[in-house]
């Protein structure tokens, strides 16, 4: 599926499927008033000048040369319209135009905050992709709508690579998926959260009235389906995986998801998943599967499961805490007696100041169950150090990363010294080979901070041949 901007005679067709899907999905909800209103508000004529004058940006969806659906965001970060033909709903469609709209107004128009005002049939689809209602059902001249909104962080300038090493700002694209929105916090306990309105003197087919009804989305999609917006894939869709024709076991999901109904000062939102595995010895099946899971949880036993007494004090300190975290995966390798998965962790920690992208990978033995780091496999020497480093710096495209640590200092982080939190030592294996990296929390006034998440440095098997430890870790992986 490509999600790509539309212009000129593409718009038209768009919004010939708009009106097409609205007919079906959303009129019978409306009066004859309503109906009408929201057939002005498409014509082309009126979209084009909003696209002229205000920068309304529409999207459509393509498989092949084919329209499957459309959107159109402002840059206020409303969406105005969201749309999927009736036999194509289902499929995931829907929630791919969402990230790409999402996506475009946090990195063009840099909003903070995504805001929709749905018909009544797509409000579960907005509430399971991330947004919160903020009034009860409004009507205006015949139509029917809930508003929700979901704060998100205005993304950084992205570096042209074949993954995104997760600059900071820019893991909106991931974080607009999940359910952060954190409006409960930023607004005293039982105060009434009006809806958006018409101006004052608005009258039916008036200026006025586009102003305001542009702010009406219609969706008929809610279904899972993976993010794209027909960009260069990034961070985990960069990964091409390796799958064994030998692996006779099976790779399944799982999830934990807890967003509590009772919080008022305090947002606690948790949404991980991690992959389990059937068919392998009871025994070692076991210790598999938990090493998975306490991986992706990492976090939410950080922060809320068990947390130390630093942490408790620290949200009691917040004026508004959140405590939040999104864990997705990738299994990367899926040999016959090895399986390679890596996690990235977005959220914050105790503060929306306090926000996070982790990268944390598991590698491990199916026979036994034994796990690998980086100084298992391979030798941590000068020579090493610099061809790594130098896959590093040219991956991250840029000289500067790093400079803060010495040789030996870089062996040590290497070797699983995290400075303090600062760096975590990780590698994965995939159908290219090996990439070894870090992940990065640096504080917010350390000079070192190149912006970046996670990098890792790729290697063919044959370039790391020289520096192999006798780890049964390389007796594992397939030719």
């Given at each position: 599926m490509m999600i790509r901007r539309l212009y000129g005679q593409e718009v038209l067709d768009a919004l010939h499927l708009v009106w097409d899907v609205f007919v079906q999905d959303v009129a019978p909800c409306y009066t004859s008033e309503g109906v009408e209103a929201f057939s002005q508000f498409i014509r082309y004529e009126n979209i084009e000048q909003k696209m002229r004058t205000e920068g309304l940006t529409v999207f459509g969806a393509y498989e092949g040369n084919v329209l499957k659906g459309a959107g159109a965001i402002h840059p206020s970060g409303h969406i105005a319209l969201l749309f999927v033909k009736k036999e194509d709903q289902g499929k995931g469609i829907?929630?791919?135009?969402?990230?790409?709209?999402?996506?475009?107004?946090?990195?063009?128009?840099?909003?903070?905050?995504?805001?929709?005002?749905?018909?009544?049939?797509?409000?579960?689809?907005?509430?399971?992709?991330?947004?919160?209602d903020v009034a009860s059902e409004q009507v205006r001249d015949g139509i029917r709508f809930i508003p929700l909104e979901m704060w998100i962080t205005p993304a950084a300038p992205k570096k042209d690579h074949k993954k995104l090493y997760l600059i900071i700002g820019a893991a909106v694209l991931c974080l607009a998926v999940f359910v952060l929105s954190a409006v409960a916090v930023f607004r005293e306990v039982g105060n009434a959260v009006t809806s958006q309105s018409p101006s004052e003197g608005w009258q039916d087919g008036g200026e006025d009235f586009y102003d305001w009804y542009e702010q009406m989305p219609y969706s008929s999609d809610g279904q899972d389906g993976q993010d794209s917006s027909g960009q260069e894939d990034s961070g985990l869709d960069a990964i091409d995986a390796y799958v064994s024709d030998e692996a006779d076991y099976e790779v399944k999901e799982e999830n934990y998801s807890y967003i509590p109904d009772d919080t008022t000062s305090t947002v606690i939102q948790f949404e991980v998943y991690y992959p389990q595995i059937e068919g392998l010895s009871d025994s070692v099946q076991k210790k598999v599967n938990q090493t998975l899971?306490?991986?992706?949880?990492?976090?939410?036993?950080?922060?809320?499961?068990?947390?130390?007494?630093?942490?408790?004090?620290?949200?009691?300190?917040?004026?508004?805490?959140?405590?939040?975290?999104?864990?997705?995966?990738?299994?990367?390798?899926?040999?016959?007696?090895?399986?390679?998965?890596?996690?990235?962790?977005?959220?914050?920690?105790?503060?929306?100041?306090?926000?996070?992208?982790?990268l944390r990978c598991v590698n491990i033995n199916l026979k036994d169950g034994t796990i690998y780091d980086v100084k298992d496999i391979v030798e941590l020497n000068d020579e090493f150090i610099g061809e790594w480093l130098d896959g590093m710096r040219d991956e991250a495209d840029e000289e500067t990363l790093l400079s803060e640590l010495n040789e030996e200092e870089m062996k040590e982080v290497l070797a699983g010294d995290s400075k303090d939190g600062c760096y975590d030592d990780n590698f994965f294996v995939d159908a290219d080979g090996i990439e070894i990296g870090l992940s990065f929390r640096y504080s917010d006034t350390s000079e070192a901070n190149t912006g970046f998440a996670w990098v890792t440095a790729p290697f063919e098997l044959d370039e790391l041949a020289p520096y192999q430890t006798d780890s049964s870790f390389w007796d594992l992986l397939e030719s």
């Open positions: 829907g929630k791919q135009i969402f990230h790409a709209l999402c996506g475009y107004a946090a990195q063009t128009f840099h909003v903070t905050k995504i805001t929709v005002n749905a018909a009544p049939g797509s409000v579960e689809a907005y509430r399971h992709f991330g947004m919160r899971e306490n991986c992706a949880m990492e976090t939410v036993d950080k922060l809320y499961l068990n947390p130390s007494q630093e942490m408790k004090e620290k949200v009691l300190s917040e004026d508004n805490p959140v405590l939040a975290s999104l864990v997705e995966y990738k299994v990367t390798y899926q040999g016959k007696d090895m399986l390679s998965v890596m996690f990235q962790d977005y959220g914050y920690e105790g503060s929306m100041s306090d926000s996070y992208t982790a």
